[in-house]
């Protein structure tokens, strides 16, 4: 019996034109480069009119939001992100074997109507999904044209930020994250059903935190298609529809270009905190710590100020320590880092810990031309391996103890030709469960989604991705922060929250459910560095036999002399 072979996803593009930014080049390329969707029509708007304003009209506006404009101009002047999201390219090579269709439009306002005549010609095409790159608002029946919708983006929380400029409000009001969303499109303007839901950190810059953002969402749409292609149309919307679920209300205003006052209002105060911080930078520093707490049972410390500090010297930091009791002596497996102009190339080490709090001199255990972090410490069979990031590399790699807990060997890669983050490995149900943090994109971050990958053994180099990757698309908890651990029949994934900065807080999610088609889980618990002054951010929780480990960022003083130095 031969299996069926599957049609691939119809899909239309509503446009204004060829030039469009790299990011959306990117998402087109990627549809067409795919074997699960194809472009069939190109419905192009025909000279869009523009709106010819007077000098007086021009001017009065001017004077009236004139200082964004400023600061926006100065921003994309002063911050010249690579890869740029908002490069010029042209895509019209990429489809000149798909049909055109240019369109007069029925302007109303701020809403773009097709003609009856129009609407029956693309009609003609069985489109099954129109993704729109172009037009302004759109509004009749060219929202139900194409089987499966519309598909549209909106840069920003729909709960929370709706109108624009995309971003620059979240980055005056110094929010933490920014939101994005794919939707289909309706009558209710940022209304519609929504596709996918993804959270970023806000950067205090908005070039920087357009450019992450926008990167990201390019590969929105060909993941969704390729999900719709896999799974079929019903069980795809079926879950649409379950993720749409309860009444939702915007209470918020619909937010436009800031004039003077309020942009003043948010801006001398985002100011301000820059300047501040540099000041404070001249005779302060930040590093990494390692703090500790014994307890008598087997379960993570989980109150912070009980935890004591291990202050590395200051010429270096200590971070994403992993906790290991082997007969009966404590180690804390970290990544070193030695201050460097210019450089941070990391190495992993090891020290052992009594419970009177003696740290032993750290060894060395793992040193590359690249850099080295995360060394994930697991027991299988016996004995010990590390799967350390090396993203540098751009691999996974699996090391065995040689003789523990000093002597490590190379044992093969787990993934290659990957950019991928703090993997983390858990057994259930007589398999391996690889969790990592994936840049899927250049020019994309690195914490904002999280992927799982399976196998039958840990020794291979073909896991499994999940079909419903990335499993969480959050900057507030998706990238790992430790061991996957059980306490009480629940099971626990460690995970940063980097919405306010990198490695600002361990979120604890319980994991409700674990298999090869579902993954769920719910956040029950936060480590926030709140427990001392001084403490700005925690990003790791390792715990075995009665030692709990967590890193923590802290606030230090700089040595007299290393005022005149150029470090």
């Given amino acids: 019996m031969s299996d069926k072979i599957k049609q691939k996803i119809r899909v239309g593009l509503l446009i204004d034109g060829f030039d469009v930014p790299a990011w959306e080049y990117k998402m087109i390329e990627s549809i067409i480069t795919s074997d699960f969707a194809e472009i069939l029509l190109i419905v192009k708007r025909k000279n869009p009119s523009e709106v010819k304003r007077s000098f007086g009209a021009r001017l009065k506006e001017n004077l009236r939001c004139g200082l964004f404009k400023v600061y926006a101009k100065a921003e994309k002047k002063f911050y010249k992100p690579s890869p740029n999201a908002f490069e010029e390219k042209n895509y019209k090579e990429l489809v000149s074997s798909v049909p055109l269709l240019e369109v007069d439009c029925i302007e109303k306002k701020f809403s773009d109507y097709l003609t009856d005549a129009d609407i029956n010609t693309i009609s003609e095409y069985n489109i099954d999904v129109f993704i729109r790159l172009g037009f302004r608002i759109l509004r009749g029946k060219i929202l139900k044209t194409a089987k499966m919708g519309v598909w549209s983006y909106h840069h920003g929380d729909n709960f929370h930020y709706r109108g624009g400029p995309a971003v620059h409000w979240e980055v005056l009001k110094r929010e933490r994250e920014v939101g994005s969303i794919l939707q289909i499109l309706t009558e209710d303007l940022d209304g519609g059903e929504v596709l996918h839901r993804s959270w970023s950190s806000v950067e205090k810059s908005a070039t920087r935190t357009q450019n992450n953002l926008f990167w990201k969402t390019a590969l929105f749409i060909p993941r969704k298609l390729q999900e719709l292609y896999e799974k079929g149309e019903d069980v795809f919307f079926q879950q649409v529809k379950n993720n749409n679920t309860g009444i939702s209300f915007y209470s918020d205003r619909n937010y436009t270009i800031p004039t003077n006052g309020k942009f003043l209002k948010y801006f001398i105060p985002f100011f301000w905190s820059s300047v501040s911080h540099k000041l404070w930078k001249i005779f302060n520093f930040q590093q990494w710590v390692l703090l500790y707490s014994f307890t008598k049972t087997d379960t993570p410390s989980t109150v912070g100020y009980r935890y004591k500090k291990i202050l590395p010297p200051k010429d270096r930091y200590w971070a994403d320590p992993f906790a290991v009791q082997e007969n009966g002596r404590y180690y804390i497996f970290f990544e070193e880092v030695i201050y460097q102009k210019g450089i941070e190339r990391g190495h992993l080490s090891v020290a052992e810990i009594d419970k009177k709090g003696n740290l032993s001199a750290p060894t060395i255990i793992l040193q590359q031309p690249y850099h080295l972090s995360y060394p994930f410490i697991f027991k299988h069979e016996g004995s010990y391996f590390m799967i350390p990031e090396s993203e540098e590399n751009s691999t996974v790699q699996l090391y065995e103890a040689v003789k523990?807990?000093?002597?490590?060997?190379?044992?093969?890669?787990?993934?290659?030709?990957?950019?991928?983050?703090?993997?983390?490995?858990?057994?259930?149900d007589n398999k391996f469960w690889l969790f990592t943090s994936i840049c899927s994109i250049e020019g994309g971050p690195y914490s904002d989604e999280l992927f799982l990958f399976s196998s039958d053994s840990i020794f291979s180099n073909n896991w499994k991705p999940h079909p419903n990757n990335?499993?969480?698309?959050?900057?507030?908890?998706?990238?790992?922060?430790?061991?996957?651990?059980?306490?009480?029949?629940?099971?626990?994934?460690?995970?940063?929250?980097?919405?306010?900065?990198?490695?600002?807080?361990?979120?604890?999610?319980?994991?409700?459910?674990?298999?090869?088609?579902?993954?769920?889980?719910?956040?029950?618990?936060?480590?926030?560095?709140?427990?001392?002054?001084?403490?700005?951010?925690?990003?790791?929780?390792?715990?075995?036999?009665?030692?709990?480990?967590?890193?923590?960022?802290?606030?230090?003083?700089?040595?007299?002399?290393?005022l005149f130095s150029k470090r």
Wanted: proline fraction near 4%.
């Fill in 404 to 428: 523990f807990p000093f002597e490590w060997k190379f044992k093969m890669n787990l993934m290659e030709n990957i950019k991928a983050v703090d993997a983390t490995i858990h057994f259930m």
């Fill in 470 to 562: 990335p499993i969480v698309s959050d900057v507030k908890s998706a990238r790992p922060a430790g061991r996957i651990f059980m306490q009480d029949n629940k099971l626990y994934r460690p995970s940063q929250d980097c919405s306010y900065r990198y490695g600002y807080a361990t979120i604890l999610n319980e994991i409700t459910e674990l298999n090869e088609n579902n993954y769920t889980e719910r956040k029950v618990a936060a480590i926030t560095p709140d427990w001392e002054d001084g403490v700005v951010a925690t990003h790791t929780i390792t715990f075995d036999k009665g030692l709990s480990v967590i890193d923590a960022v802290i606030n230090r003083r700089k040595n007299f002399l290393s």
